[in-house]
């Protein structure tokens, strides 16, 4: 699998984000609550495991999957079929982070075959509050 790398934004010496970090890892799924409270997502590696389908990465500020027609948080990340993509994101997510693999880039159209998305990556978590 070929690897792409994005840089989404680079607000990494922002203030906001000197926080209490942790890593995170996902199982194959067509979606995946990352973080249940307010969270910075850091940094996402995305992996396609199916050989002929694309999709597009969808990011919500939520702490359960939307319904399909969801706008997404951030703009949507395209994944191509058996690759992986590597993204700096630095965006903070106010209620918590919610992933799923859309079938259309505009809104979420969850993904109802196989089992596609696997990620990992880093968030951080505001502890002064």
Sequence with gaps: MAATHTKVD???????????????RTDASESHVIASQATALLDLLLTNIHSSTDFCLHLFDATSLPGNGEDPAIAPIKVSAGSSVSIVVPHQFNTGITLAGSSTAATLTVLTSNAIVMASGHTQVDLSS
Aim: charged letters at 40%; hydrophobic letters at 20%.
């Design 10 to 24: 680079d607000r990494r010496d922002s203030p906001q984000l000197h926080r209490a970090g942790s890593r995170f």
